[in-house]
């Protein structure tokens, strides 16, 4: 009795066997992916919480100046009050002006 070769297609091997890895070669092959993948997975995950905290950072500094900045604009407002102004003119013995005279040009003025 003759047996017939039957020899199976690309389609019906097994999918190492169609590209002729060996299973030792697959299993390197899939252990290689998984590590760099791990690895990708840890430093992506580094950069995000680095990120994250570079961020909480320059929230509370922009709070800390904005705290700053309304204490400084306090002070503006409060050296800049017309009370304050009556106190420092009557300290230095100014004078009110009672009648403004504006100065008008005559002849030829340098303009841009």
């Known amino acids: 009795m003759i047996k017939r070769r039957t020899e199976k297609t690309k389609a019906q091997l097994e999918?190492?066997?169609?590209?002729?890895?060996?299973?030792?070669?697959?299993?390197?092959v899939c252990g290689?992916?998984?590590?760099v993948g791990g690895l990708?997975?840890?430093v992506l995950t580094t950069s995000v919480a680095t990120s994250g905290l570079?961020?909480?950072?320059?929230?509370?500094?922009?709070?800390a100046?904005?705290?700053?900045?309304?204490?400084?604009?306090a002070?503006?407002?409060r050296l800049q009050s017309l009370?304050?102004?009556d106190r420092?003119?009557?300290?230095?013995?100014?004078v009110r002006v009672s009648k403004v005279e504006y100065l008008t040009p005559t002849g030829s003025v340098a303009t841009r």
């Open 40 to 42: 990708l997975y840890i």
């Open 75 to 77: 002070e503006v407002d």
């Open 15 to 28: 999918f190492w066997k169609r590209f002729r890895i060996s299973e030792l070669g697959l299993r390197i």
């Open 54 to 63: 570079e961020v909480k950072d320059l929230s509370d500094r922009l709070e």
């Open 88 to 94: 420092v003119t009557a300290n230095l013995e100014l």
């Open 65 to 73: 100046l904005a705290t700053q900045r309304s204490v400084l604009q």
């Open 32 to 35: 290689v992916i998984v590590l």
């Open 83 to 85: 009370d304050r102004l």
